[in-house]
């Protein structure tokens, strides 16, 4: 598992929920602060020493804080790495995720503007990566409740489906319920075409079915609470975020393509969701 830092409050959520999930897991982490080179568009003479220098004490400071947050989080100390690079830092953290378990980012940064609700690192994170990820908010300062469900979208896509294998194990792993929401459509046309939705829900519900079937027969320990809506998945999510202790989310979904790596469901519930986001590949 690897955790992306940089010093902010964000950053400090995201190491202190890697170190809980870490725990759950039994795997180690890797403290990764990326250092990116300060690029100029007019010429200038050569800065000898004191950018670099800056940087480097910076990089350590960073590192240290963090690994000052997983000490008090009482995570394993021999079970922690830690690393720095220099580099592009979407491209760097993007290229680290090939290997990568889980990689586990604030829901922005030191550079993000003050209304940003998801800031262009983890922006770019969420879009590119290989692994799964997970997307921490800064005002997750206490740890969910333990007894809270997970919460998972379902849509029936092949993201979907991994997303879905990846729910039910988290679920099982925390010993909790699974909550599995499916929107019928993405949009509300029911009600502007004169549809009934009614006419529908049943066929959502046999959707909904199938896709769990084979899941609950693997994890018998789960129990789960289907949830069929007419529309807006998102923010069905972003409400239900409010009492879960963990929402997932596919990469893309039905109208998804080959090179979309986040669809606008997991883009909008990775901004805004009250509990921390995992976005499944």
């Given at each position: 598992?690897?955790?992306?830092?940089?010093?902010?409050?964000?950053?400090?959520?995201a190491?202190r929920?890697?170190a809980?999930?870490a725990?759950?897991?039994?795997?180690?982490?890797?403290?990764?602060?990326?250092?990116?080179?300060?690029v100029?568009n007019?010429?200038?003479?050569?800065?000898?020493?004191?950018?670099?220098?800056?940087?480097?004490?910076?990089?350590?400071?960073?590192?240290?804080?963090?690994r000052?947050?997983?000490?008090?989080?009482?995570?394993?100390?021999?079970?922690?790495?830690?690393?720095?690079?220099?580099?592009?830092?979407v491209?760097?953290?993007v290229?680290v995720?090939?290997?990568?378990?889980?990689?586990?980012?604030?829901s922005?940064?030191l550079?993000a503007?003050?209304g940003?609700?998801l800031?262009?690192?983890?922006?770019g994170i969420?879009?590119?990566?290989?692994?799964?990820?997970?997307?921490?908010?800064?005002?997750?300062?206490r740890?969910?409740?333990?007894?809270s469900?997970?919460?998972?979208?379902?849509?029936?896509?092949?993201?979907?489906?991994?997303?879905?294998?990846?729910?039910f194990?988290?679920?099982?792993?925390?010993?909790?319920?699974?909550?599995?929401?499916?929107?019928?459509?993405?949009?509300?046309?029911?009600?502007?075409?004169?549809?009934?939705?009614?006419?529908?829900?049943d066929?959502?519900?046999?959707?909904?079915?199938?896709?769990l079937?084979?899941w609950?027969?693997?994890?018998?320990?789960?129990?789960?609470?289907?949830?069929?809506?007419c529309?807006?998945p998102?923010?069905?999510?972003?409400?239900?975020?409010?009492?879960?202790?963990l929402?997932?989310?596919?990469?893309h979904?039905?109208?998804?393509?080959?090179?979309?790596r986040l669809g606008s469901?997991?883009?909008?519930?990775?901004?805004?969701?009250?509990?921390?986001?995992?976005?499944?590949?």
């Open positions: 598992m690897v955790v992306a830092v940089d010093g902010s409050a964000e950053s400090d959520a190491v929920w890697a809980r999930e725990s759950l897991r039994k795997m180690p982490v890797t403290l990764m602060h990326v250092v990116e080179p300060i100029v007019w010429p200038i003479p050569p800065v000898q020493g004191s950018i670099t220098e800056w940087q480097e004490t910076n990089a350590r400071n960073v590192i240290e804080h963090a000052d947050m997983i000490a008090v989080a009482d995570a394993d100390p021999d079970g922690i790495r830690h690393e720095i690079r220099y580099a592009g830092i491209a760097e953290l290229d995720s090939k290997s990568a378990t889980m990689m586990v980012v604030g922005r940064g550079g503007l003050g940003a609700l800031g262009s690192v983890s922006s969420v879009h590119h990566a290989h692994c799964p990820v997970a997307v921490i908010h800064g005002n997750q300062v740890p969910p409740d333990p007894r469900p997970v919460l998972i979208g379902i849509d029936g896509s092949p993201s979907s489906e991994d997303a879905t294998a990846f729910a194990d988290e679920a099982s792993r925390r010993r909790v319920d699974l909550i599995a929401l499916h929107a019928w459509s993405d949009v509300g046309v029911f009600s502007a075409l004169g549809m009934d939705w009614h006419e529908y829900e066929q959502g519900r046999e959707l909904l079915g199938e896709r079937a084979g609950r027969e693997r994890y018998p320990d789960v129990r789960v609470t289907r949830q069929i809506v529309d807006q998102a923010r069905w999510l972003i409400d239900g975020s409010r009492h879960a202790q929402v997932v989310v596919g990469s979904g039905r109208g998804g393509f080959a090179g979309m469901v997991g883009s909008k519930v990775a901004r805004a969701a009250y509990a921390p986001v995992v976005v499944v590949r």
